[in-house]
């Protein structure tokens, strides 16, 4: 399985972006999606993750109430919808899948090849 991200870019603070990643190779049987993030110097960050089956989402407070996970189960693509982007969301986003619902980085097993979001005037 091979995820391919897409969607990062440059936005001025405020504005928004969505990402995508999308899930392609043999059967895809992850049951978490989600999506970290980092910049340099600092450990991969959790940002949100969704429950494949049901939907369920959990999100990191820096990003509640801004940010939507989202997935299309048809399509093995999930999303990452980004408002009122701030400065400090500026980093590289990666999405990745595994099976525990957790924020933490080590539990998940595969990984996309990252993404650049800058945000800045």
């Known amino acids: 399985v091979a995820l391919v991200e897409s969607g990062g870019g440059l936005v001025q603070p405020g504005g928004s972006l969505r990402l995508s990643c999308a899930a392609s190779?043999?059967?895809?049987?992850?049951?978490?999606m989600a999506w970290f993030r980092q910049t340099p110097g600092k450990e991969r960050e959790f940002v949100a993750l969704?429950?494949?089956?049901?939907?369920?989402?959990y999100y990191a407070d820096s990003v509640k109430g801004r940010f939507t996970i989202s997935r299309n189960k048809a399509e093995n693509t999930w999303y990452l919808q980004m408002n009122s982007l701030k400065a400090e969301d500026a980093a590289v986003y990666y999405c990745?899948?595994?099976?525990?619902?957790?924020?933490?980085?080590?539990?998940?097993?595969?990984w996309g090849q990252g993404t650049q979001v800058t945000v800045s005037s």
């Open positions: 969704i429950r494949w089956g049901s939907g369920t989402t």
């Open positions: 990745s899948s595994g099976s525990e619902f957790s924020s933490n980085p080590g539990h998940y097993d595969i």
């Open positions: 190779g043999r059967a895809f049987s992850s049951s978490v």
